[in-house]
T-cell receptor, first 116, second 117 residues
Framework: EPEVTQTPSHQVTQMGQEVILRCVPISNHLYFYWYRQILGQKVEFLVS????????KSEIFDDQFSVERPDGSNFTLKIRSTKLEDSAMYFC??????????????FGDGTRLSIL | AQKITQTQPGMFVQEKEAVTLDCTYDTSDPSYGLFWYKQPSSGEMIFLIY??????QNATEGRYSLNFQKARKSANLVISASQLGDSAMYFCAMRGQSSGSARQLTFGSGTQLTVLP
């Protein structure tokens, strides 16, 4: 069964450094998402992406964050200057269509980002 | 705005017993979907089951079933014949027309289920 894949599984970065998290969504999916889960807390929506542009973004997704689909398969999340509070598990998700609210989103295994 | 409430931070169940994980929601959307995800200690998010707001029957998927009570705005997950591998965090989530054009998910705070041998 097709899967969403994320790399790396764990990223350790010094505060202030840039980090890029990578995702390969399921190939026939059209909507892509990034979510964040701080340790012990609920999963929070960051941003959605459709047709090569941001569709929605949350208050968390400030100017330090950006997303890109550099080619036909990868979907990346960049954090320009990381802060300690960016330490979290970051999930990529995708869904085939979104006209119906009943379509499930398929998640990758996540990237655990640790900021030192 | 949408809100998901999971009032059980932790639950214990004996192996082979059934367990119900509670989820209530709040939305003004006429059409929405409710989802349950499982998160093992390894961290990945595994989709389990969904229920559409207009579905006439409660969703079932193997040992998972969803007790959907629309008037009460509840969507409880029932796991039958619990197994040790069911020990995990379980999240209830929803998406609807007011989730935004991309229908992002709103998650509850989760319930940590521990299955006892």
């Amino acid at each position: 069964e097709p899967e969403v894949t994320q790399t790396p599984s764990h990223q350790v970065t010094q505060m202030g450094q840039e980090v890029i998290l990578r995702c390969v969504p399921i190939s026939n999916h059209l909507y892509f998402y990034w979510y964040r889960q701080i340790l012990g807390q609920k999963v929070e929506f960051l941003v959605s992406f459709y047709n090569n542009e941001i569709s929605e973004k949350s208050e968390i997704f400030d100017d330090q964050f950006s997303v890109e689909r550099p080619d036909g398969s990868n979907f990346t999340l960049k954090i320009r200057s990381t802060k300690l509070e960016d330490s979290a598990m970051y999930f990529c998700a995708s869904t085939r269509v979104t006209g119906s609210p009943n379509q499930p989103q398929h998640f990758g295994d996540g990237t655990r980002l640790s900021i030192l | 705005a949408q809100k998901i409430t999971q009032t059980q931070p932790g639950m214990f169940v004996q192996e082979k017993e059934a367990v119900t994980l509670d989820c209530t929601y709040d939305t003004s959307d006429p059409s929405y979907g409710l989802f349950w995800y499982k998160q093992p200690s390894s961290g990945e998010m595994i989709f389990l089951i969904y229920q559409g707001s207009y579905d006439q029957q409660n969703a079932t998927e193997g040992r998972y079933s969803l007790n959907f009570q629309k008037a009460r705005k509840s969507a409880n997950l029932v796991i039958s014949a619990s197994q040790l591998g069911d020990s995990a965090m379980y999240f209830c989530a929803m998406r609807g027309q007011s989730s935004g054009s991309a229908r992002q998910l709103t998650f509850g705070s989760g319930t940590q289920l521990t299955v006892l041998p």
